[in-house]
């Protein structure tokens, strides 16, 4: 069982910057940010694989970006520019190495709770 806590979300105007962090992932896994704003489906924001390798929504693509700091077990996304589009609960999540193939799809096996991400204009 993987345990994963997000922090760092909070209320922020259009065009400025949030970071999030998520806590607990153990150093070998696939690991991915998701969203969802209210009455739409989870969609995936940003992963990164075992090998550091990224991938990222075209929509968050140049704006945001996930990394990882192994020694502190943390996943982190600094997102730029924000837009109030980008507004939704975002989710920490974790697969194992060989999972990369599930890409951005939001079936990943070890889910956080979620930090709130709201961006006004």
Known sequence: QVELVE??????QSGGSLSLSCAGPHTNY??????QAPGKEREGVAS??????????????????????????????????????????YYCAADY?????????????FWGQGTQVTVSS
């Open 30 to 35: 696939y690991m991915g940010w998701f969203r």
């Open 97 to 109: 190495c060989g999972a990369y193939y599930k890409a951005l799809r939001p079936i990943f096996t």
């Open 7 to 12: 922090s760092g979300g909070d209320s922020v």
């Open 48 to 89: 990164i694989d075992c090998s550091g390798g990224t991938n990222y929504a075209d929509s968050v693509r140049g704006r945001f970006t996930i990394s990882r700091d192994n020694a502190k077990k943390l996943i982190y996304l600094q997102m730029n520019s924000l837009k109030p589009e980008d507004t939704g609960m």
